[in-house]
């Protein structure tokens, strides 16, 4: 028995009952806030959640498309993936940007940073807008089938107002980024 207090929760066993290089899933035997028994099941992400909204000089936003097997169907996303925990998530978002559109940003400002499934997961998540960009080559990994859209900013947001994009970590992006440009703190040539 564990009896190891969590909140109100009153955790009496945990057992890990998979486990693979991007998430851990562990099921609690439990004591819930009513003090009656229950089960609790928590999926621990092994990486953070990290997006780009990249912005060039004429006010355009670089999406990302991909088959996403979760959902069995094609997702139109900002530039995004994860990064290691200990390591700068700036790092990992320049990383992700280079990988996915060969994009190469000389300024960032970060935008969110938030919990993206707190029911359960404990999955967190970063993202930021970039500019000053220059191309290079994409170095998608192997895993990926992708393809790259330049969009004005503005069909960016109508694709989140639409529902044709649904990912949760572009809306909450695409949208803080909305919201700057809506408050005059977001000129799309220098978003600085």
Known sequence: MTNERKGPWTVLSKKDVYDNPWIRLTHHEVLTPAQTPGIYGLIHYKNIAIGVVPIDSEGHTYLVGQY???LGAYSWEIPEGGGAHGVDPLQSAARELREETGLVAGHWRKILE???SN????ERAVAYVAW???Q???EPEA???LAVR???LAEAFRMVSAGEIRDALSVLSLQAVQILQLQGKLDPRDPA
């Open 119 to 122: 029911s359960v997961s404990d």
């Open 143 to 145: 895993t990926e089938d």
């Open 132 to 134: 000053g960009l220059t």
């Open 68 to 70: 996403r097997f979760p």
């Open 136 to 138: 290079g080559e994409a």
């Open 150 to 152: 330049r969009v004005p």
């Open 114 to 116: 938030c919990d993206l």
